[in-house]
């Protein structure tokens, strides 16, 4: 008799931590603010922040008013070094509470590129809104760029993480 009762504590002492640790992922969402110009990234996938129908809507403002960086760097598309300013992708994952380890990136076009996540608190990577100060339009690669600092590293002046800089970004899928 005493042995069913220490397996029965033990059994519900082991469940109720078990359900401490497993409860929050089936926590209800929490939400962002809406926005309030043009939706210009929406983000989907395995995310525990919305502000829509289980997405992420953002416009500009709401981007902005991310932690931002600027990384000055020469790419593959420019003729001389450019100043990219934007948000950093980390924020953006983190405000999201994006759980995976990569993003599926869309285009405009419908391109589409799987970026890993850890790429951008290691690289401090940015989704850039402005080059040279300037917003990006659409016809110049913009409204969203993945930027890299690609003069940093050896490594990040590749084939490799230019195939990530996706421009003319439109969606991610977190998975």
Do not use: C
Not at 102 to 121: C, G, K, M, R, S
Not at 160 to 174: A, P
Request: charged share 20%; hydrophobic share 45%; proline share 6%.
């Amino acid at each position: 008799m005493h042995n069913k009762k220490l397996v029965g504590g033990w059994f519900a002492a082991v469940s109720l931590l078990l359900f401490s640790f497993v409860a929050p992922a089936f926590a209800q969402d929490a939400t962002l603010p809406k926005p309030q110009g043009d939706v210009i990234l929406t983000i989907d996938g395995n995310i525990g922040a919305t502000n829509g129908d289980g997405v992420a809507d953002f416009d500009l403002a709401m981007l902005e008013a991310l932690k931002s960086a600027k990384i000055r760097t020469s790419t593959p598309w420019f003729d001389n070094a450019v100043e990219f300013e934007g948000a950093l992708l980390s924020e953006v994952m983190d405000l999201v509470k994006a759980d995976g380890d990569e993003l599926v990136v869309t285009a405009l076009n419908d391109y589409q590129a799987p970026v890993p996540i850890a790429d951008f608190a290691e690289y401090g990577t940015i989704l850039a809104y402005k080059r040279d100060g300037n917003y990006m339009p659409i016809s110049d690669k913009g409204p969203l760029f993945i930027i890299y600092p690609y003069d940093s590293d050896p490594e990040l002046n590749t084939q490799k993480y230019f195939s990530r800089s996706v421009w003319q970004v439109r969606r991610f899928t977190v998975r």
